[in-house]
């Protein structure tokens, strides 16, 4: 069974400052997607990040990277010079070969941007 | 540049009520997606469709069941409403699991008030 963890049930950035949001998971399939996805007020899940379990390269999207350490099962999401919207919850899931790729999310971890 | 439509933001409903959530996406996706949303939980999956007429239980099934006549429209359906059925429910689309990396795309949600 997969399984993806998010320990930081809220977090509080400053404005311009970098976070960086936990996520590690458990998998025995060695082919799996890794993704995070933000969730503003307004309810829609929004797609930021993806990570291939065969990729070498850590991925970014503009201010969002993924520090992903595959043999620690962690794959952070860091955003870089936090802005007032990025304040929302933030899902990191995990889809396997085994189970089609459909993600499995996590909990959840809310971040509140201070100006 | 809307892809993902469900048809109501907000529904209250009387238990044992048969409720239709309706969702529409506009990109020629294969697949489709029901999720729930609750507090502190996450996203769980209710129900998917690979095509047209398919359907498999994701899981969480226990009183929905789901209906996909055109590729283009999912209809999850409660059968008879309970209050344990009050939540946020999402709808999500995605091409082919190969192309993983793009994605799901979410509606907006429907929360449900089940009295």
């Known amino acids: 069974a997969q399984k993806i963890t998010q320990t930081q049930p809220g977090m509080f950035v400053q404005e311009k400052e970098a976070v960086t949001l936990d996520c590690t998971y458990d998998t025995s399939d060695p082919s799996y997607g890794l993704f995070w996805y933000k969730q503003p007020s307004s309810g829609e899940m929004i797609f930021l990040i993806y990570q291939g379990s065969y990729d070498q390269q850590n991925a970014t999207e503009g201010r969002y990277s993924l520090n992903f350490q595959k043999a620690r099962k962690s794959a952070n999401l860091v955003i870089s010079a936090s802005q007032l919207g990025d304040s929302a919850m933030y899902f990191c899931a995990m889809g396997t070969r085994g189970g089609s790729y459909i993600p499995t999310f996590g909990r959840g971890t809310s971040l509140i941007v201070h100006p | 540049d809307v892809k993902v439509t469900q048809s109501s933001r907000y529904l209250v409903k009387r238990t044992g009520e048969k409720v239709f959530l309706e969702c529409v996406q506009d990109?020629?996706?294969?697949?489709m997606f029901w999720y729930r949303q609750d507090p502190g939980l996450g996203l769980r999956l209710i129900y998917f469709s690979y095509d047209v007429k398919m359907k498999e239980k994701g899981d969480i099934p226990e009183g929905y069941s789901v209906s996909r006549e055109k590729k283009e429209r999912f209809s999850l359906i409660l059968e008879s409403a309970s209050t344990n059925q009050t939540s946020m429910y999402l709808c999500a689309s995605s091409p082919d699991p190969a192309t993983q990396s793009k994605g799901y795309t979410f509606g907006s949600g429907t929360r449900l008030t089940v009295v």
């Open positions: 990109m020629d996706h294969e697949n």
